[in-house]
């Protein structure tokens, strides 16, 4: 959780520069730049803190249907999904 927090921020702050800045939003080598930027940041949002939470209590929780769900797809698409952009 201590590095959870400075990663989300740099990730935010990351994507607010990009995102603001014509320059760097036009340069085509940084749209894949920003796409795994927010890639991250789904991941950072919704399987580490799911992950967490069973490293503490040794379950999921809260044990409903949605989010075995959300936390198999954070884990498994949105894993595929960066190796994808990244070949």
Do not use: K
């Not at 930027?37 to 799911?50: A, E, K």
């Not at 379950?59 to 994808?84: D, E, K, R």
């Amino acid at each position: 959780m201590i590095f959870e927090v400075p990663s989300l921020a740099c990730s935010l702050i990351l994507l607010y520069y990009l995102f603001i800045d014509r320059n760097l939003r036009q340069s085509l080598s940084n749209h894949v730049i920003m796409v795994l930027l927010i890639i991250g940041l789904f991941s950072q949002l919704i399987d580490i803190p799911f992950y967490l939470n069973y490293l503490r209590i040794n379950c999921v929780w809260p044990q409903i249907t949605i989010s075995c769900l959300m936390w198999w797809f954070a884990a498994t698409g949105i894993s595929n999904l960066t190796n994808i952009v990244m070949a």
